[in-house]
T-cell receptor, first 114, second 112 residues
Framework: DGGITQSPKYLFRKEGQNVTLSCEQN?????MYWYRQDPGQGLRLIYY???????QKGDIAEGYSVSREKKESFPLTVTSAQKNPTAFYLC?????????????FGPGTRLLVL | GNSVTQMEGPVTLSEEAFLTINCTYT??????LFWYVQYPGEGLQLLLK?????DKGSNKGFEATYRKETTSFHLEKGSVQVSDSAVYFC???????????FGQGTRLTINP
């Protein structure tokens, strides 16, 4: 089955610790995105990547880092510089080339601070 | 910049009632418009979309029409079911990278 997988489903972070959220897709999509969702709010864009080895900051990139070494994978690291990391993190991907192509979302990772 | 404003929630209806969730947007150019649905603890699923003015998106009994003159994309359903209980997000696509800009979401609860 084609789709987007995110792991783990729940992640706990201690103060001062970096943690990495995994996002993998087997849809052969070129573009991948990370969003953050806070309770009662919409999603906000953290980072996005349109091709391998290239990525751009979104609206709330501070305290986060990403890499795009493979087309299928777009991991997000939440660094210790992110002072309020508790949120639901959603990864999405999309085929490029046609502006009408839709973004498809993974099931999300909930990050909690201990 | 581009933005999306959704009807404040939560919205509570009885089964078989008519549903409208309002969505208006501010954008330069001609974005595509989307409605996504999120069930508890899950990611987002695309419900419907429209890519140009006067287009109507529809799926599972839900409909929304891209109204350029009123910059709106209101979600409607003629007869809701308990299984429609979820959070609904209106969104627009922004620029060549197709970044999505979301409204704040509207929580819908349908009582039997």
């Amino acid at each position: 089955d084609g789709g987007i997988t995110q792991s783990p489903k729940y992640l706990f972070r201690k103060e001062g610790q970096n943690v990495t959220l995994s996002c993998e897709q087997n849809l052969n999509h070129d573009a991948m995105y990370w969003y953050r969702q806070d309770p009662g709010q919409g999603l906000r864009l953290i980072y996005y990547s349109q091709i391998v080895n290239d990525f751009q900051k979104g609206d709330i990139a501070e305290g986060y880092s990403v890499s795009r070494e493979k087309k299928e994978s777009f991991p997000l690291t939440v660094t210790s510089a992110q002072k309020n990391p508790t949120a639901f993190y959603l990864c999405a991907s999309r085929k490029r080339g046609n502006p009408q192509e839709t973004q498809y979302f993974g099931p999300g990772t909930r990050l909690l601070v201990l | 910049g581009n933005s999306v404003t959704q009807m404040e929630g939560p919205v509570t209806l009885s089964e078989e009632a008519f549903l409208t969730i309002n969505c208006t947007y501010t954008a330069t150019g001609y974005p595509s418009l989307f409605w996504y649905v999120q069930y508890p603890g899950e990611g987002l699923q695309l419900l419907l979309k429209a890519t140009k003015a006067d287009d109507k998106g529809s799926n599972k009994g839900f409909e929304a029409t891209y109204r350029k003159e009123t910059t709106s994309f209101h979600l409607e359903k003629g007869s809701v079911q308990v299984s429609d209980s979820a959070v609904y997000f209106c969104a627009l696509s922004d620029g060549g990278a197709q970044k999505l800009v979301f409204g704040q979401g509207t929580r819908l609860t349908i009582n039997p």
